[in-house]
């Protein structure tokens, strides 16, 4: 939006210079994504008002911004702090949900970037589309960063450590949330140290690395898609000024997609067969890019495309988690997730010159090429954790003392660990929409 608003040729930046503006945020957001890992030793309260503070920080001082150097340095501060908070933030949900409870969770903080995109595509038009003394696109790093450092201030009071502490819980609810923690995984403390080679560990295991390049390949589609849409609607036709308001509808499709799919996705602790099906209408979207002919069938693309993209992502963050035994692991995981996805976003937003202007058949290409492979390694994660299920079930038969290890909590390693199989998903389906996924019945696994 800032691009088509006049900041590249306010600041005489070439077309690769731009193209570094980018690639800069995800060179910083993959070396600083062990920042993750802080939540687990610093209190929730002191750490998200310092990330979210250095976040607004630094997107308002991009409006003063009178050079290439200038916004280099200011979008490689954006990538450190986010780096900590949006990753970081996922993991922290993990600490108060349980596995059949995270995905709409976590679908609900997620969904913030389509309709934080669909409403930054409306703010763009609202503002480009006047007359202010202040340069359109200064005027919108302002607008957008300015709230965010208001927020570091209100998170600091309100964002509690624990359930133990949360000030909007009753007594009552305290000491339910604290058993459920006892039943989750075996302990109410869990921030304060780390195991290091429990954490390690998941270097050796195959779903992580699985996990991470299904969101590497999600990444190249997503990263290219809120940075390039409005460059593209423009190219297709429309009026700068039309092209920032028809980027917004989009995105609010994609928001809701993301909630229903993932409200699903829990109640049937199924999220492979939708992660499956989502890349590949996210697929679909971007061959209608490539090929389709006339405005309107591309336009529809760019539905699909969205619909696709944001959704598969928001059904893999959780199933990183859910695969993992440990806080350790579960952290060590979405490190891993984001150190190998985060790399997708230095292709993708490479693959867009304005050199294949207007039809950038090769980027769309590329992008749904991608999301294909999503939809491949999902069914071999589903494989690998069905075999796995059978492994810890004969495993079990085989243990003298069934009840042992059951004080480690339903999810971490033990004797109660599974991912679910489908033959248990379907008993659940009479219960789908017996009421929303808000019960403070501990629950179990998803594939």
């Known amino acids: 939006n800032a691009r088509i608003a006049g900041l590249q040729s306010d600041l005489r930046l070439s077309g690769d210079e731009y193209d570094w503006l980018l690639t800069i945020f995800y060179i910083a957001y993959i070396t600083f994504e062990p920042l993750i890992i802080v939540h687990k030793v610093l209190p929730t309260r002191v750490w998200i008002p310092i990330l979210v503070a250095g976040w607004g920080i630094a997107a308002t001082v991009q409006a ?52 934080a995109t669909c409403f930054a595509g409306a703010l763009a038009y609202g503002i480009t589309s006047g007359h202010a003394a202040l340069a359109s696109w200064r005027l919108l790093f302002l607008v957008e960063g300015l709230p965010v450092v208001a927020m570091a201030v209100v998170s600091y009071f309100a964002m509690p450590n624990s359930a133990h502490d949360a000030w909007f819980l009753t007594e009552n609810e305290k000491r339910v949330a604290l058993a459920r923690q006892v039943r989750q995984v075996g302990e109410t403390k869990r921030v304060g140290s780390i195991d290091l080679r429990e954490t390690f560990r998941t270097l050796l295991d195959v779903k992580p690395w699985l996990t991470g390049f299904m969101y590497f390949s999600c990444n190249v589609s997503y990263s290219s898609l809120p940075v390039f849409l409005p460059t593209i609607l423009k190219d297709m036709g429309f009026s700068g000024l039309n092209a920032q308001g028809l980027s917004a509808p989009p995105y609010f499709v994609a928001f809701v997609v993301t909630i229903v799919t993932s409200f699903f996705a829990d109640r049937t602790r199924q999220r492979g067969f939708f992660i499956m099906g989502l890349a590949l209408i996210g697929a679909t979207g971007y ?112 243990a003298s003392d069934e009840n042992a290890g059951h004080d480690m909590g339903v999810e971490n390693y033990g004797p109660g660990f599974r991912y679910q199989e489908i033959k248990s998903t379907l008993l659940h389906i009479p219960y789908l929409f017996s009421s929303l996924p808000f019960s403070l019945v501990p629950c179990g696994v998803s594939t």
């Open 64 to 115: 003063a911004v009178q050079s290439w150097s200038g916004m280099m340095a200011c979008r490689f501060f954006l990538a450190v702090f986010e780096a900590g908070f949006g990753p970081g933030a996922i993991y922290l949900l993990s600490f108060f949900y349980h596995r059949s409870e995270i995905g709409l969770r976590i679908a609900i903080f997620f969904s913030a970037a389509p309709l």
């Open 287 to 398: 061959i209608m890019l490539a090929v389709g002919g006339t405005t309107g069938i591309r336009y529809a693309g760019v539905f699909l495309a969205a619909a696709g993209v944001f959704p598969t992502i928001s059904n893999i963050l959780p199933w990183v988690l859910n695969n993992q035994g440990s806080d350790e692991r579960r952290g060590a995981g979405i490190v891993m997730l984001n150190l190998i996805g985060q790399c997708g976003p230095l292709l993708g937003t490479r693959s867009y010159p304005l050199s294949e202007r207007p039809d950038y058949v090769r980027g769309h290409g590329l992008c749904a090429g991608f999301m294909i492979l999503v939809a491949v390694l999902a069914l071999i994660l589903r494989m690998i954790l069905v075999r796995e299920n059978r492994r810890l079930d004969a495993k079990r038969r085989l």
